[in-house]
């Protein structure tokens, strides 16, 4: 279901490799939620979420100090940006999870979704740009 495609391409390889992580995480979540054979799926989501925090957390560093390195002119918008990301996923409350994995997972997917999409098309590729 998710994946990356050549318009979320920045034309920066070690970007978009990275975000083809991201995507596959987004897909993980995805089959999470719709594999109706897993009963308990807490510590899944749970696994997730943690995998989604450390991947993110590597990926914006990456991501910030290359734009660091070509003075990139939009690089605080872009930390504004990443800095909100990784606080909703510190504020996530975990009781919320395990009342509703599937409700939780849906939601993280919604959020996802409209990161990956949002955020890569009309951020991360005007750093393709610069280069």
Not at 30 to 40: A, C, G, H, Q, R
Not at 80 to 95: N, P, Y
Not at 101 to 114: A, G, I, S
Request: with cysteine.
């Amino acid at each position: 279901m998710y994946k990356m495609k050549d318009e979320f391409k920045t034309g920066i390889d070690f970007i978009d490799a990275q975000h083809k992580k991201l995507f596959d995480i987004a897909d993980d979540a995805y089959n999470l939620l719709k594999n109706e054979f897993t009963i308990d799926k807490y510590d899944k989501v749970v696994q997730l979420i943690n995998e989604l925090k450390e991947y993110t957390a590597f990926h914006f560093k990456c991501e910030e100090e290359y734009m660091e390195s070509i003075n990139y002119k939009r690089m605080f918008t872009q930390k504004i940006e990443h800095d909100a990301f990784i606080k909703k996923l510190d504020d996530i409350d975990f009781k919320t999870i395990d009342e509703n994995p599937d409700k939780y997972v849906f939601e993280m997917l919604e959020f996802l979704n409209n990161w990956l999409t949002g955020h890569i098309l009309h951020n991360d590729k005007l750093i393709g740009e610069k280069k």
